[in-house]
């Protein structure tokens, strides 16, 4: 299973755009990189998800370079309700199902 | 989106007693469901993997004796903590995939044994 690791924590401003960056080098050829949000006492959300180059959705986009051994999660103008732990998965797509493991996340703390 | 329900949100139990988690996929049908403890201010932590029909698969450490997952069908599985103690006091999280790439999140079940 690919290791990811993760900023331990990101302070940002309202209004700002955040990039946060995760690194995964063991990444296999069949993996795909999920971004997951999660805020207190609730169970983790899906936010992007993808193989490479660039996915956007209506609320952010993820950059995956050429060698796919980082990602990029960048989320447009962020407000106070953005405060939350972010989770980058690398997931196994191969046969007989996939299990992930969870990163340490990054915690990011939105200031008015 | 995939929507995962879990029941109930939060439970008390007094120690020694057994409780059971429902975790359910309402929009899809979920060939795998993931069973994740997580303590506080700390991530996620894989307990078992479950497939329809099949018996679930553990992870290093987790006491499947302790820890009874059920996968009866494409849309429901259980987590039953047996003979809970204080240390199992946690937030329980299921998952549920349809696919071989996304996992969706139940909102949670917040255990606290006295």
Not at chain 1, 42 to 47: C, D, L, T
Not at chain 2, 90 to 96: E, L, N, R, V
Request: glycine residues 6%; aromatic residues 12%.
């Amino acid at each position: 299973l690919a290791k990811t690791t993760q900023p331990i924590s990101m302070d940002s401003y309202e209004g700002q755009e955040v990039n946060i960056t995760c690194s995964h080098n063991n990444i296999a050829t069949n993996d795909y990189i999920t971004w997951y949000q999660q805020f207190p006492s609730q169970g983790p959300r899906f936010i992007i998800q993808g193989y490479k180059t660039k996915v956007t959705n209506e609320v952010a986009s993820l950059f995956i370079p050429a060698d796919r051994k980082s990602s990029t999660l960048s989320l447009p103008r962020v407000s106070l309700s953005d405060t939350a732990v972010y989770y980058c998965l690398v997931g196994d797509a191969g046969t007989g199902g996939f299990k992930t493991i969870f990163g340490a996340g990054t915690r990011l703390f939105v200031k008015a | 989106g995939a929507v995962v329900s879990q029941h109930p949100s939060w439970v008390i139990c007094k120690s020694g007693t057994s409780v059971k988690i429902e975790c359910r996929s309402l929009d899809f049908q979920a060939t795998t469901m993931f069973w994740y403890r997580q303590f506080p201010k700390q991530s996620l932590m894989l307990m078992a993997t479950s497939n329809e029909g099949s018996k679930a698969t553990y992870e290093q450490g987790v006491e499947k004796d302790k820890f009874l997952i059920n996968h009866a069908s494409l849309t429901l599985s259980t987590l039953t903590v047996t003979s809970a103690h204080p240390e199992d006091s946690s937030f329980y999280i299921c998952s549920a995939t349809n696919s071989q790439e996304t996992q969706y999140f139940g909102p949670g079940t917040r255990l606290l044994v006295l």
